[in-house]
């Protein structure tokens, strides 16, 4: 890709445990970005209003004054990003930010219902407040794309439903609820449980997948939840799931989106670094962008 902008979206209380709020300072101070063969900048690095640090509050409606504020700064910072011509990559954070990306995306894009995403994620993060056991957002942020669950989550910065969800797509699920799962199914969006993905192998669902969220759109984003990785290699997460993908199954494949000009943004949430063991999650993090961004990877 040329002219990648990182926007960092700090949030943490979109989940149960807040150290997603270090993710971006951390990746951005880290250095591994600058073995990028790309020509990149770091535009922003966007906080709740308050932090973990400044306030105490339990998961659910009392967070949703700060996750719907730093949501629209995002949806607002990821939409001047495209109108300057610059390919948006948006480090969380918790995934409750995707709400503010692919808002900010669809928008600038004026791609409403007609705008593919590919959501790989151990989880399914669809649930609402009537089916959550959590009450955390960031298990909330696909049904609110689909138009379901908090009004302020489900119209950021116009009406939703802003996904169609013959558009949508999930790689990687294996740890999920009856509520979400039931959702999912009755609006027809295609699921690649983890098990499928065993089955097939990575490159063969991936490939399918960009199929499915180009077959009549106008572009589309991948959102990845580094917790759709094994635990084992990806450690500093917050919601982690045994039985994950595996890095060298699904790096090589990655490179087939590089250069596509359907592919308006990228997102890579959920990363915790106080979790992370010998920097394997800042490095993972690392080589996807290496392989989705950098040209003529081999
Ligand atoms: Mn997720």
């Known amino acids: 890709m040329e002219n990648v902008t990182f926007i960092g979206s700090a949030s943490g209380w979109g989940a149960q445990v807040r150290e997603t709020e270090k993710g971006p300072e951390y990746l951005q101070q880290s250095g ?19 932090t973990s640090q400044q306030i105490s509050l339990p998961p659910g409606p009392l967070t949703l004054p700060y996750i719907e504020d730093i949501c629209l700064r995002l949806s ?3 939409a ?3 109108q300057s011509r610059q390919f948006p990559v948006v480090i969380g954070g918790d995934h409750v930010i995707a709400v503010g990306t692919w808002a900010g995306v669809i928008h600038q894009l004026k791609t409403k219902q007609n705008f593919g995403l590919i959501w790989i994620d151990a989880h399914m993060d669809a649930h609402t407040m ?13 049904a609110a794309l689909l138009g379901f669950g908090e009004p302020s989550l489900v119209n950021v910065l116009e009406n939703g439903p802003l996904l169609n969800p013959k558009h949508v797509c999930l790689i990687g699920v294996r740890s999920y609820e009856e509520g979400e799962e039931n959702l999912l199914k009755r609006l027809g969006v295609h699921i690649y449980y983890m098990k499928e993905v065993q089955e097939r192998g990575f490159e063969s669902v991936f490939k399918e997948a960009v199929q499915l969220v180009k077959n009549g759109t106008r572009g589309y984003g991948i ?11 990806a450690p500093g997460v917050g919601t982690p799931a045994p039985q994950g993908l595996q890095a060298q199954k699904v790096l090589p494949f990655l490179k087939i989106v590089q250069g596509d000009t359907q592919l308006k943004a990228l997102e890579i949430v959920e990363f915790n670094p106080d979790r992370d063991k010998d920097k394997k999650t800042l ?3 690392r080589d996807v962008l290496k392989e989705i961004l950098e040209k003529d990877r081999g």
């Not at 600058?34 to 308050?50: A, R, Y």
Request: aromatic content about 12%; overall charge negative.
């Open 76 to 78: 607002s910072s990821v």
């Open 130 to 142: 009537e089916t959550t056991p959590s009450k955390a957002f960031h298990g909330m942020p696909l």
């Open 32 to 50: 591994v970005l600058n073995s990028l063969h790309v020509h990149w900048i770091w535009k922003e690095t966007l906080f709740p209003s308050k």
């Open 283 to 285: 490095f993972l993090l």
């Open 80 to 82: 001047e990003t495209l």
């Open 223 to 233: 959102s990845i939840d580094l917790d759709a990785f094994d635990p084992d290699e």
